[in-house]
């Protein structure tokens, strides 16, 4: 990452905007902006670390309301909103903050949220075997609040099913009965 290429390139890109970069609020603008963008963009590294299942649980896990917060590839405007995780175990089980590390992990790149959705539960497919896998994330893209259609308050929900959570009819209910309650519950 190149900061002082980035942080000429935004003063630039204000100036061609025509805002007044050189004005007393705007003189440290390009710098507070790269900052912000390198922040947005940066992942920070963790461990996976799993568990062996000694007790044999066998039951969804579901982990719920983490937050997300991304940038849009198309537009470069954030979008937030939350993630909820569930994964029905195998012969690893995994630490519960390992669920927030793998969401900031891959939010944290100009993204698409189908994309994020699909990453997320292909990490956990790959890396953890369970029987299977589901994620959905619910946000507000600041690229259609802010500008174009101006559609404040308007969420996108994507998700990804893998394993038995797609394949088997009951999981699959129980973990989007599970995660449409959430946030059925959040918007009463």
């Given at each position: 990452?190149?900061?002082?290429?980035?942080?000429?390139?935004?003063?630039?890109?204000?100036?061609?905007?025509?805002?007044?970069?050189d004005?007393?609020?705007?003189?440290?603008?390009?710098?507070?902006?790269?900052?912000?963008y390198?922040?947005?963009?940066?992942?920070?590294?963790?461990?996976?670390?799993?568990?062996?299942?000694?007790?044999?649980?066998?039951?969804?896990?579901?982990?719920e309301?983490?937050?997300?917060?991304?940038?849009?590839?198309?537009?470069?405007?954030?979008?937030?909103?939350v993630?909820h995780?569930?994964?029905?175990?195998?012969?690893?089980?995994?630490?519960?903050?390992?669920?927030?590390?793998?969401?900031?992990?891959y939010?944290?790149r100009?993204?698409?949220?189908?994309?994020?959705?699909?990453?997320?539960?292909?990490?956990?497919e790959?890396?953890?075997?369970?029987?299977?896998?589901?994620?959905?994330?619910?946000?507000e893209?600041?690229?259609?609040?802010?500008?174009?259609?101006?559609?404040?308050g308007?969420?996108?929900?994507?998700?990804?099913?893998?394993g038995?959570?797609?394949?088997?009819?009951?999981?699959?209910?129980?973990?989007?009965?599970?995660?449409?309650?959430?946030?059925?519950?959040?918007?009463?």
């Amino acid at each position: 990452m190149n900061l002082v290429a980035a942080e000429a390139a935004a003063a630039d890109l204000l100036a061609a905007l025509g805002q007044p970069v050189d004005s007393d609020g705007m003189i440290e603008t390009p710098r507070r902006m790269v900052r912000a963008y390198a922040e947005m963009l940066t992942p920070g590294s963790f461990e996976f670390t799993s568990f062996a299942n000694v007790e044999g649980y066998d039951e969804l896990v579901l982990v719920e309301d983490i937050p997300v917060r991304s940038v849009c590839e198309h537009h470069m405007l954030p979008f937030v909103g939350v993630a909820h995780l569930g994964y029905l175990p195998a012969d690893r089980i995994l630490g519960l903050s390992k669920f927030a590390r793998l969401v900031d992990f891959y939010s944290h790149r100009g993204q698409t949220q189908e994309r994020l959705t699909q990453q997320i539960a292909e990490h956990l497919e790959r890396h953890l075997a369970p029987r299977g896998v589901g994620v959905v994330i619910e946000a507000e893209h600041t690229c259609m609040s802010l500008r174009g259609v101006r559609a404040a308050g308007a969420r996108t929900v994507t998700s990804a099913l893998l394993g038995t959570l797609r394949t088997d009819p009951s999981s699959r209910a129980e973990f989007l009965a599970l995660a449409h309650s959430r946030r059925q519950a959040c918007r009463t």
